[in-house]
């Protein structure tokens, strides 16, 4: 299972940016996809999930600022980050949780994209 990523780069505090997720390989169902992000020196922490027909979870850092989306149909994910802050600059990690091809549920990660707000 593949996850790959998009949309990572440098903007100026108050702007925005689009991080997109697209999973691919054998996977019989995702049940949780999401993004999760790493500053320097800290460990990573969670940022945004949504469940297969759920509602969304925010971490409380981003919530008003940040929205969450998923295409079933193509196995993707998104995240909108709005009113961006120098405090999340981090690398951003896809996330993603479902059953593989023997059954099992399992976890996959991205390659990781960064994300830079200068102020």
């Known amino acids: 299972v593949q996850l790959v990523e998009s949309g990572g780069g440098v903007v100026q505090a108050g702007g925005s940016l689009r991080l997109s997720c697209a999973a691919s390989?054998?996977?019989?169902?995702?049940?949780?996809m999401g993004w999760y992000r790493q500053a320097p020196g800290r460990q990573r922490e969670f940022v945004a999930t949504?469940?297969?027909?759920?509602?969304?979870n925010y971490a409380d850092s981003v919530k008003g600022r940040f929205s969450i989306s998923r295409d079933n149909a193509k196995n993707a994910v998104a995240l909108q980050m709005n009113s961006l802050k120098p405090e999340d600059t981090a690398v951003y990690y896809c996330?993603?949780?479902?059953?593989?091809?023997?059954?099992?549920?399992?976890?996959?990660w991205g390659q990781g994209t960064q994300v830079t707000v200068s102020s």
């Open positions: 949504i469940r297969s027909g759920g509602s969304p």
């Open positions: 996330y993603v949780q479902g059953i593989n091809e023997f059954g099992a549920p399992s976890d996959y």
């Open positions: 390989g054998r996977l019989l169902s995702i049940n949780t």
